[in-house]
């Protein structure tokens, strides 16, 4: 067996979360968003195995991140966006691939005008994240390139505290947004992100945009949804080993043992994308403990206090699970004071990256 560390990736599950969203946000559109490889699960597959469940419309950040899907989309009729904009890339890059940006300011907007000869685009207004899109002061501009060459096709805003559904953030938002996009007339409209999915219909609008719901994990914080845990993450032990109290462990020592024990050594460390700030808070699950991180993480493994298992020295070679269905991101992201987003999307290096059910496989 190999010693590196694995990302199994069960392309079912994805599929069942997609179905999830689709009927959570009917009538309207369920699109996805599969920017940064599909929050490092995989877009490539991911794309592909959505595409056969029926989405047709796919958010990335990136031009790159959306080419090599691209003549499969588009051969099933798709359309691709671009969230982050044309950014420096030349317009003929996006219209060689039939590629679509959401322009996010007015410079960008007139320059899209001017080059693009027509071709469609998305448009991104601000309402209250000051992130990206542009402030209503620019709406009239933006309206007066429409008589001159602009072809909107759709008009987005994003919500900045779905995931927390009682804020007022939320409605003040959407009545912005429902405000300024009257002047627009009759046009494809997105509002939700996963959590906004769930904020009730008045904000699924034509199409919903989720992302991490569809790697299953929980976009609200005041409720439970029934999604598939479709990642798993995993290394093996590569050693176990006998310690007697007050023998310390990792660099720096940063834990002492109260008593004597077993400890896992397990191949997976920073470098493959496990967080530093797991150590001594986060845990693994490993013959069917749940044991927890002990010590500073390093760069390529792990040390977890296993003494609770019957028979620890039998679970040498055997894999730990650092994500996964028995240990969610969510969980290890609460303990680590992180995002579930930034797990998943740290998963790296190293890790080899397994599809499970993909429909080629069968
Ligand atoms: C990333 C992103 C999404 C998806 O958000 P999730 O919270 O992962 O569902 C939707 N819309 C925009 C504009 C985004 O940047």
Redesign the pocket.
Same mark, same amino acid.
């Given at each position: 067996m190999s010693a590196q560390p694995r990302l199994t990736i069960d392309l079912d599950g994805i599929a069942a979360n997609y179905r999830l969203l689709q009927e959570t946000v009917a009538p309207a559109e369920c699109a996805a968003?599969i920017?940064a490889n599909a929050y490092g699960l995989g877009a490539n597959a991911i794309g592909r195995r959505l595409l056969a469940e029926g989405c047709r419309t796919f958010?990335f950040a990136h031009l790159s991140e959306a080419l090599e899907l691209a003549p499969e989309i588009h051969q099933a009729g798709g359309t691709m966006f671009t &969230?982050n904009g044309t950014g420096l890339y030349p317009v003929d890059a996006f219209l060689k691939a039939g590629i679509i940006p959401v322009l996010n300011t007015l410079e960008e907007t007139r320059h899209w005008a001017r080059e693009a000869g027509g071709a469609p685009a998305g448009l =991104?207004l601000d309402t209250g994240m000051n992130r990206l899109g542009l402030p209503a002061s620019h709406d009239a501009a933006v309206l007066e390139l429409k008589t001159d060459g602009l072809n909107l096709i759709h008009l987005?805003s =994003?919500p900045a505290c779905a995931d927390e559904p009682q804020r007022a953030e939320n409605r003040a938002q959407l009545s912005r947004f429902v405000q300024r996009a009257a002047a627009f007339g009759d046009i494809t409209k997105s509002f939700a992100?996963? $959590?906004g999915c769930f904020l009730g219909p008045e904000y699924r609008f034509d199409v919903a945009? /989720?992302? &991490? $719901?569809l790697y299953g994990a929980q /976009?609200v914080s005041d409720r439970w949804v029934d999604l598939a845990t479709p990642y798993r993450f995993e290394a093996p032990v590569l050693q176990v080993r006998r310690f007697s109290e007050g023998e310390s462990f990792g660099y720096g020592g940063t834990h002492s043992a109260k008593s004597g024990g077993c400890s896992a050594t397990i191949g997976a460390g920073y470098a493959d994308g496990v967080p530093r700030c797991l150590s001594n808070r986060g845990h693994i699950w490993l013959g069917g403990i749940k044991a927890p991180i002990i010590g500073r993480i390093s760069m390529d493994s792990l040390a977890a206090d296993i003494s609770a298992h019957p028979d620890p020295e039998s679970l040498v070679h055997e894999l730990a699970q650092i994500y996964g269905p028995d240990l969610t991101v969510d969980a290890q992201a609460a303990s680590a004071g992180l995002s579930a987003?930034e797990l998943l999307t740290r998963i790296g290096g190293r890790t080899q990256r397994i599809f499970a059910n993909a429909l080629d496989s069968r």
């Open positions: 968003v920017k958010f &969230l =991104h987005m =994003h992100n996963s $959590a945009r /989720p992302g &991490l $719901a /976009p987003y």
